[in-house]
C-alpha cells in the first residue's frame, strides 16, 4: 500500500520568511496530492490539492509543486504570518479511494 | 460548499458504555466516507471506510465488532464505539469525498471538526 513520508517533523520560521514542507510517497499510481492545514482540536482543512498531471500550483501565497519521477511533492508558504502557524499534512491517493497521511509538520511562525 | 458536520464535539463516556459519533454531508451526497483516529500529536490513521448501502471495509488491525459503522444514507455516517475503554479515547475523525457539487466528477475532500472522546 502507499507509505506517505513528511519532513521536517517541526519548522519553525520568522513572519515574513518562507516555509517548505515536504514529502514523498511510495505507490507511483497515487494521482491525488492534497494538503492540509489543521489547528489545535479541530479537523483538518484543505488549503491546495494537486494531480498528478500538473507539476505545480498555486493559490496566493501557497504553492504546491509535484516531481512525479522522484515521487515528491511539496508545500511552499511564502510572507508567513503567525495565523500559519498550524500543523500540516500532505496526503497522497489513487483514483480518488482512500488517502493515506503524512505523519505531520508542526509549523510555528514567530512574529 | 462540501460541509461535513460532525457531532459531538466532545464526549466523556464510562468505561463499559457505547458512543455513537455521526457525520453529516450538509450541501452534497457522500456516498464514501471515511473514518480516521488521531492520537495527540500524531497523524490520521485510517481506521475504516464506509460506502452507502453496503458494509463498511475495516484497516487491518480495526476491529469491526468494536468500531460499528453505519452508512444507511447519502448524507449520514455514524461511528459507534461499542464497549468503550479508556485505550479508546481519542480524537475521531471522518471525511468525505466530495462529488456532484457544480457539476459531475471529484471535488476532493471534506473533513468534520472532528470528536474528542474520553473514557474515564
Known amino acids: 500500500g502507499e507509505n506517505v513520508e513528511q519532513h521536517p517533523s517541526t519548522l519553525s520560521v520568522q513572519e515574513g520568511d518562507s516555509a517548505v514542507i515536504k514529502c514523498t510517497y511510495s505507490d507511483s499510481a497515487s494521482n491525488y496530492f492534497p494538503w492540509y492545514k489543521q489547528e489545535l482540536g479541530k479537523g483538518p482543512q484543505l488549503i491546495i490539492d494537486i494531480r498528478s498531471n500538473v507539476g505545480e500550483k498555486k493559490d496566493q501565497r501557497i504553492a504546491v509543486t509535484l516531481n512525479k519521477t522522484a515521487k515528491h511533492f511539496s508545500l511552499h508558504i511564502t510572507e508567513t504570518q503567525p495565523e500559519d502557524s498550524a500543523v500540516y499534512f500532505c496526503?497522497?491517493?489513487?483514483?480518488?479511494?482512500?488517502?493515506?497521511f503524512g505523519a505531520g509538520t508542526r509549523l510555528t511562525v514567530k512574529p | 460548499g462540501a460541509v461535513v458536520s460532525q457531532h459531538p464535539s466532545r464526549v466523556i463516556c464510562k468505561s463499559g458504555t457505547s458512543v455513537k459519533i455521526e457525520c453529516r454531508s450538509l450541501d452534497f451526497q457522500a456516498t464514501t466516507m471515511f473514518w480516521y483516529r488521531q492520537f495527540p500529536k500524531q497523524s490520521l490513521m485510517l481506521m475504516a471506510t464506509s460506502n452507502e448501502g453496503s458494509k463498511a471495509t475495516y484497516e487491518q488491525g480495526v476491529e469491526k465488532d468494536k468500531f460499528l459503522i453505519n452508512h444507511a444514507s447519502l448524507t449520514l455516517s455514524t461511528l459507534t464505539v461499542t464497549s468503550a475503554h479508556p485505550e479508546d479515547s481519542s480524537f475521531y475523525i471522518c471525511?468525505?469525498?466530495?462529488?456532484?457539487?457544480?457539476?459531475?466528477?471529484?471535488?476532493?475532500?471534506?473533513f468534520g471538526s472532528g470528536t474528542r472522546l474520553t473514557v474515564v
Open positions: 496526503a497522497a491517493s489513487y483514483n480518488n479511494n482512500d488517502m493515506r
Open positions: 471525511s468525505a469525498r466530495v462529488t456532484g457539487l457544480s457539476g459531475p466528477g471529484f471535488r476532493g475532500y471534506t
